[in-house]
């Protein structure tokens, strides 16, 4: 199977050399790689020109947003889309969106070659994280459905099918539902990627709850699900993520945001994240 990958990223001169290494290095290759430099204002373009000079399957996008800060959803869907451009109209049977703070095993993309060969139906795919803490490795918690966004393989047929990523904060996690509710299956590996960030760990975790709870009304998120997940978020560290996040939620409420996705969807998905709560309340 033939593979592209676009890796939108921003001011990462610390990693980068390292998932441009193991992306070099891995037993399968990708056609082509596609990486957009969303304004950076460190050596991160100056490091992207040096591998596209050696590798003609890297090509380097200029995305000229110096003025922007760092931020996670629509503007790395936004930036994605700008690589994307690139390679519409290239042959390939998956498509990737790739971070650059991460370290694959070199047998990352055959093994999501082979994953994807078993089955037809397997829309999406991709590996586990492992957080780089300090001097120590530690496997970040993780739900069987769901492929995260730093590693993100899909199907070319599955991507055309739900219109591919959407511009909205939580894009990763509804692409997924929108997947599932075609008919499509998702799969997570064994294959364990060095995340050299932890997850969200760029943000400020005050702005980054409220944003979650904002855009969790305008996702049509329920009320009851809502509440479930300020109570998960207030009993662990940083305890108050949880009220930013009901913040967050009330306040585009009655700033009456639209919604950004169908209620077909939103019924989808409202009922997938209910039985499962309730699924693994009361298995234990």
Known sequence: MNYV????????????????????????????????????????????R????????ISVVENKTHSEERAGGSKVV???YKGFESIKNHNYDFIVKLDGDLKLPNNYFEAIIDEFKKDSKIGLCGGLILNKINNSFVLESHNNYHVRG??????????????????VWNWDGLDE?????????????DLKVIHFRPTSGAYNFKI????????????????????????????????????????????????????????????????FHLNRIFKTVFSK
């Open 150 to 167: 730093a590693f993100k393989a899909v199907r070319k047929k599955c991507f055309n099918e739900i219109g591919g990523f959407s511009e």
């Open 208 to 271: 980054q709850n409220f944003k979650h709870g904002y855009e969790a009304y305008k996702t049509r998120d329920n009320f009851l699900l809502t509440l479930i997940r300020f109570v998960a978020k207030s009993i662990k560290s940083p305890y108050l993520s949880g009220i930013y996040f009901l913040k967050g939620y009330f306040s585009s409420f009655f700033s009456k945001e639209p919604r950004v996705i169908s209620k077909e969807l939103s019924i989808f998905t409202n009922k």
């Open 78 to 80: 936004r930036a994605f």
């Open 50 to 57: 040096e591998y596209s000079l050696k590798y003609n399957w």
């Open 177 to 189: 539902m929108e997947a599932m509710r075609l008919g499509w299956k998702t799969s997570v590996l």
């Open 5 to 48: 990958i676009v890796s939108p990223i921003k001011n990462e001169e610390k990693f980068l050399r390292q998932t441009l290494d193991s992306v070099i290095l891995q037993s399968v290759k990708p056609s082509l790689w596609v990486v957009v430099d969303d304004g950076s204002t460190d050596g991160t373009l100056d490091i992207l």
